[in-house]
């Protein structure tokens, strides 16, 4: 009789990178439980998108948790706030669409999780390279967060740590596409828009989505996700 797999908590908000992710986590053989949260953003409509990405990965289960961020403000991916076009800024300026904690509730709720599932690793999809403006996508903090999650932790002080994984850490968004086509992903089931339309077309003005269509550029590729959205 085999061995069953290990597994991992795979923060999965249904974009490019948090598919990749999962998809990575699969490939280090890994059970995968993914986890999406439904925070007030005006995108909600990745979560459809983490939906299907679940599904279509292999994900061992799917769980989406209602945590409303938006009460508190802060940043343009919420209603009633704007959100900018495509600007270019400096790598040492923070963007109006950084969320104040994200990924240290995100990572809290995955944590607390892996734990209960008795999971041995969490992976996140946060790139230092082209987000390097939010301050919870660099390697510092994710050192951090690791020395914490060993100290507050029952596996962390048994000397059975939950290990904070980022594949993707250092790689351009070219090489994370080239990455995700190999291990299959069909990008066409994701959204990176901070601004879709209804129907969940992406807006083509923001960050996300010109470092996305730049992406898919450098390797001489069209995006599948401009001729099928998320439904």
Known sequence: MSEPLPRAVVLLSGG???????????????????????YGQRHAHEIECAKQVARAVGAAAHRIIDLDLSSFGGSSLFPGEPV?????????????????????????????????????????????????????????????????ADLATRRGVEGNPIEIRAPLLHLTKAQIIAR???LGVDYALTTSCYDPGSDGRACGRCDACRIRERGFAELGLADPARERTCR
Request: with cysteine; net charge negative.
């Open 16 to 38: 490019l990178d948090s598919a990749t992710t999962l998809a990575q986590a699969r490939a280090d053989g890994m059970e995968c439980l993914a986890l999406s949260v439904r």
């Open 84 to 148: 900018p076009s495509a600007t270019g800024s400096s790598r040492d300026e923070i963007p109006s669409t950084y969320v104040p904690a994200r990924n240290t509730v995100f990572l809290s709720l995955a944590l607390a999780w892996a734990e209960a599932a008795e999971a041995a690793a969490i992976y996140l999809g946060v790139n230092a390279l082209d987000y390097s403006g939010y301050p919870d996508c660099r390697p510092e903090y994710l050192r951090a967060f690791q020395r914490m």
């Open 180 to 182: 995700g086509r190999e």
